[in-house]
């Protein structure tokens, strides 16, 4: 059930890695497998399959898989194919489609490769997916994951949360696990380069021409230049400046000299694929209004304290505020009962306080109490309240700095005192944009054919945004017969 939220919220951050970087490794000089260079790596294939698997697990539960089975074969049937040709056929390959706009593709070691669905919407055909996930495959079977981890390049890895979280308050949150550490690695350029070069190899042995590759950083790079926060391409994050790249693609490609692209790639092929697909985020999901994050699957509703940001996952809704210093997060406990959860909590050994005292939170039954933990950077206050809802006992924690709580204390227990069921249809039947092939009927502009498109209607999104999903301009000429991906309200 991909909507299960997650119960552990004291998750210790990158034990395992820990674990792998003080444990007994293998020799720590190696040549890898796949490069054929020498290289300091102090973690065995082994070992990068299980961190991977971890990994994998988190990832998926937190960002969910997107729920489309064809699709998901498809993408996967791809991957495969590519892989079992790779330096490494053996390690256990899987390819997954996530639920999430961001225009994205990242590996774990060990083989685990996802896009995003707001990727797949981008690509043209399917060379440029194969062109992508070979990429990905390459920082795979280059081990570009561990060998960064060996360098002890441990410190980079907590940019996830980081970005939105002192670091205080980051040791109970719920999204600090190794996995989602992991996804947040970037790698350097020189591995950028690796990957990429990888990549042409494996599109060139499957018969894909990697030219198309150059299109796709093109794409990358307008998406990024486009920006907005929901598409924030983190693509870009975790893979570094594209400057030179499509030079150094060319580069490649002249390097594989003469090869036959068997795959002549019929584009209608694969558009058909992501025909219908949900696009930009999906508010099903949740999404926030007027202060108010709803969650229109889980039927409930919270206020979010003015000028605080929302981060929302599978697993938790956290808020946060805008000088990263406080913070509210919604969970699901996982126990049975408020008296269950409360003693979890309060029976841990980082946390302080006298559990919780019953009372009621708009008409639900609760638990509602003080608490404080400390960490390593200091101590933290906060307030939890457990509340039984449709058969869950939700945990919301709201917490900041001990220094700062007196200023934070009346928002948080005002934002937790709010949630409520949602019953309002209005919300509880918001349905997410999806994109629509159409094809074109006479000869036109993209822009003549968006205009014919949204007549009489709200255009749901901008021509520049058509334009980009459809790797054209504008002014661009659409022939008679050429499919379009548009993208309908619902
Ligand atoms: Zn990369």
Known sequence: VKQKLIRKVFRGVAILFVAVLLGSGPAACQTNRTTGAQQFNMISMDQEIQMGREADREISESM???????????VSEIGLSIAAKSEWPELPWSFKVIDDATVNAFALPGGFIYVTRG??????????LAGVLGHEIGHVTARHSSVRMSKAQITQLGVGLAMVLEPRLQSIAPLAG?????????????????????GVRYMAEMGYNPETLIAVMETLGRVSEAGGEERLPQWLASHPNPENRQENIRGHIKDLGKHDFRHNDDPNEFLDKV?????????REGFTRDGVFYHPKLKFSVKVPTGWTVINRKQAVIAVGPKRDASVQL??????????????LFGSEEVQGSGTTKTRINDLAAGIGPFKV?????????????IDYDGH?????GYSASGNWAQYRETVNDSLRSFNRLTDPKYLDMKPMRIDLATAKGEATLQDFYNEYYKGVNAAVSIDEIALLNQLEPKSPISAGTKIKMVKAP
């Open 119 to 128: 990727i797949l919407a981008h690509f043209n055909s399917e060379a440029q």
């Open 374 to 386: 400390k960490t390593e950077q200091g101590p933290l206050d906060g307030t939890v309240a457990f």
């Open 64 to 74: 969910g898989i997107y729920p489309d089975e064809k699709l998901q074969k498809y």
């Open 275 to 283: 025909d219908n697909i949900v696009y930009g985020g999906d508010p």
């Open 178 to 198: 190794a996995g989602m550490q992991i996804m947040f690695l970037s790698f350097s350029r020189e591995d950028e380069r690796d990957a990429d070069k990888l």
């Open 393 to 397: 006992i939700y945990q919301l924690m």
């Open 331 to 344: 969970t699901m406990s996982g126990e049975k009962s408020i008296e269950a959860a409360s003693r979890k």
